[in-house]
């Protein structure tokens, strides 16, 4: 019988060494956030089921919130981890004998772990640590460790020039990324990114359905839930919950954001990602969502939540909504705006916009 090893997902070489172990075994892993609160790690524990036993071929079992914060098992098996492992180092010229990885971002995330996963997988050597520390992200990349995965937090934080190429995955990307950063779009289900700067990876296909919602159907796809529910339709489509499109010549996918976060504000379409990141310039703004409120007028009503810079000066909304007027249209600005100390994310830089 195949098991399911929990195991405490804390940066450094015991963990891998572990996983090592574990699929020697041909038992499966569950990495545990060791962040989470006893009864958020029971909670988890309890919708992954690992007292039930795994499926041949099955690898790791990676929890997702999605977009309801419930915890939810998603099942990877070897394959596909094979897949998304020689699909992403193809995709970056990875060459074990000169290239070396660091992995940073937390390991109970597809993040964090599919780093892991390729290095394993291609014999490229390897340094884990804890978190995405600046001091030691800048250390390994003057080391001579080349290659490395953040989200953008992390990013503004380091110094990217030493680093050959820096995968940057979780919220959506800022405008002015350096030329050796490659935006990746993916998720848990698709074992990590299987879209590099708009360009599906080889054996990788992507689709919008009539309502203009992304399908992805490729060999590093989930195997399942864990829950038992399809993850796939009868033809191997995986819908995403995601919007965007293709540009028919170029085939080049754009992502506009979740089917939720769209905004519709008086008959107009107003995605939040754009009108974060003009209200993020703002110089008394430090951290900013944005999200649609019902309203009995306009159906819903743009909304800007923000951390102010300083908490005792924050922004006025209405200087908000001339700086956004000057690059967006007048449809974009917010209508009301909402102080908060912080804004919840996910650990890989996510807002978590169901609980604004």
């Known amino acids: 019988m195949r098991r399911l090893v929990v195991l405490d997902a804390v940066g450094g070489p015991a963990f891998v060494d572990a996983l090592r172990r574990a699929w020697d075994a041909g038992d499966a892993?569950?990495?545990?956030?060791?962040?989470?609160?006893?009864?958020?790690?029971?909670?988890?524990?309890?919708?992954?089921?690992p007292d039930e036993p795994v499926e041949d071929g099955d690898a790791l079992v990676v929890a997702t919130s999605g977009t309801t914060g419930a915890p939810r098992g998603v099942v990877l098996t070897h394959g596909a981890l094979r897949a998304?492992?020689?699909?992403?180092?193809?995709?970056?010229?990875?060459?074990?004998a000169?290239?070396?990885?660091?992995?940073?971002?937390?390991?109970?995330?597809?993040?964090?772990?599919?780093?892991?996963?390729?290095?394993?997988?291609?014999?490229?050597?390897?340094?884990?640590?804890?978190?995405?520390?600046?001091?030691v992200v800048d250390a390994a990349g003057a080391a001579g460790h080349t290659l490395v995965s953040l989200v953008a937090t992390a990013l503004r934080r380091i110094e990217p020039a030493p680093w050959r190429c820096i995968v940057?995955?979780?919220?959506?990307?800022?405008?002015?990324?350096?030329?050796?950063v490659v935006a990746t779009y993916g998720m848990t289900e698709t074992g990590s990114g299987v879209v590099y700067d708009g360009v599906p990876l080889d054996g990788?296909?992507?689709?919008?359905?009539?309502?203009g919602e992304l399908r992805v159907r490729a060999p590093m796809l989930a195997r399942a839930y864990r829950d038992g529910a399809p993850l796939v339709d009868d033809e191997g489509w995986f819908a995403t919950g995601d919007l965007g499109a293709l540009d028919p010549t170029t085939?080049?996918?754009?992502?506009h954001g979740r089917r939720g976060d769209l905004i519709i504000t008086g008959g107009e379409n107003v995605w939040p990602d754009p009108v974060e990141r003009v209200l993020a310039t703002h110089p008394a703004v430090a951290e900013v969502a944005v999200v649609g409120r019902p309203h009995p007028e306009w159906g819903?009503?743009?909304?800007?939540?923000?951390?102010?810079?300083?908490?005792?000066?924050?922004?006025?909304?209405?200087?908000?909504?001339?700086?956004?007027?000057?690059v967006l249209p007048v449809w974009c600005a917010p209508r009301s705006l909402e102080l908060a100390a912080a804004l919840p994310r996910t650990a890989l830089g996510k807002v978590r916009r169901h609980e604004l």
């Open 300 to 326: 819903q009503t743009v909304v800007a939540i923000v951390v102010a810079v300083d908490p005792a000066a924050p922004p006025a909304l209405a200087e908000l909504r001339d700086h956004l007027r000057a």
């Open 98 to 135: 000169t290239d070396r990885w660091l992995a940073c971002l937390p390991l109970a995330h597809v993040g964090g772990l599919s780093v892991v996963v390729r290095a394993l997988l291609t014999h490229t050597p390897l340094t884990v640590v804890p978190g995405p520390d600046p001091a």
């Open 251 to 255: 085939g080049v996918v754009s992502v």
């Open 84 to 96: 998304s492992a020689l699909a992403t180092s193809a995709r970056l010229g990875v060459d074990p």
């Open 29 to 49: 892993v569950v990495p545990l956030d060791p962040r989470l609160p006893r009864p958020a790690a029971d909670a988890l524990l309890a919708a992954l089921r």
């Open 204 to 211: 990788v296909e992507v689709a919008a359905d009539a309502g």
């Open 168 to 180: 940057l995955g979780g919220s959506a990307p800022p405008d002015d990324v350096p030329a050796n």
